[in-house]
Nanobody, 124 residues
Framework: QVQLQESGPGLVRPSQTLSLRCPVS??????????WSWIRQPPGKELEWMGSIHYRGSTYDAPFFKGRASISVDTPKNQFTLQLSSVTPQDTAVYYC????????????????WGQGTQVTVSS
């Protein structure tokens, strides 16, 4: 059974860089499901797709973040990561990692696998 679990700090100071990891268990990250994605949900808002990466390294970034979001794959560790720079309180959200056949992930589909999510608060 494939499982994803987000890992990272729960509190980040404004202007810092948020770093999150998503270790994958039960399947190699170099799998037939090519896209590994980060999605977030700010309080009271819809899901926001942040970006996706193909295990071979091609990345797809959401324009909304204007280059602040960076996704990478660590194949030996079977995990992928998110870095979000220059965070502000508006980046407070529950952050999810997901495996999907879709490049852009804004909803949950039955074939997707999502982590349970991790709360990140940006505050001084």
């Amino acid at each position: 059974q494939v499982q994803l679990q987000e890992s990272g700090p729960g509190l980040v100071r404004p202007s810092q860089t948020l770093s999150l990891r998503c270790p994958v268990s039960g399947e190699t990250i170099a799998s037939v499901y090519p896209y590994w994605s980060w999605i977030r949900q700010p309080p009271g808002k819809e899901l926001e797709w942040m970006g996706s990466i193909h295990y071979r390294g091609s990345t797809y970034d959401a324009p909304f973040f204007k280059g602040r979001a960076s996704i990478s794959v660590d194949t030996p560790k079977n995990q992928f990561t998110l870095q979000l720079s220059s965070v502000t309180p508006q980046d407070t959200a529950v952050y999810y990692c997901a495996r999907s056949t879709r490049k852009i992930v804004t909803t949950r589909l039955p074939d997707d696998v999502w982590g349970q999510g991790t709360q990140v608060t940006v505050s001084s």
